[in-house]
């Protein structure tokens, strides 16, 4: 089981940016594939971003304006969220095989 915690969520105008971080308690955290996984109200939980090995892959409804990374030296993968639109509201989890995050709200509203 992977401990993760996610941080970085927040209220933002359309248009504006956050920065989410997950720290992962793993001793081999670069063997894991990393996803960021968004829930809205009444909503099933979608697929944001993912990252392995093999590259990145995104939603098509953010890409071009979210990115993920990670920094295996510090067990934390980033998700830089740009241009924020309010249909991107949600609570944010991030993934790791079986494991999640608690999560953290997203708020885009002006």
């Known amino acids: 089981q992977v401990h993760l915690v996610e941080s970085g969520g927040g209220l933002v105008q359309p248009g504006g940016s956050l920065r989410l971080s997950c720290a992962a308690s793993v001793i081999i955290f670069s063997f894991f594939d990393m996803g960021w996984y968004r829930q809205a109200p009444g909503k099933e939980r979608e697929l944001v971003a993912i990252?392995?090995?093999?590259?990145?892959k995104y939603a098509d409804s953010v890409k071009g304006r979210f990115s993920i990374s990670r920094d295996n030296t510090k067990n934390t993968v980033y998700l830089q969220m740009n241009n924020l639109k309010p249909e991107d509201m949600g609570v944010y989890y991030c993934?790791?095989?079986?494991?999640w995050g608690q999560g953290t709200q997203v708020t885009v509203s002006s």
């Open positions: 993934n790791a095989g079986n494991s």
């Open positions: 990252i392995s090995s093999r590259g990145e």
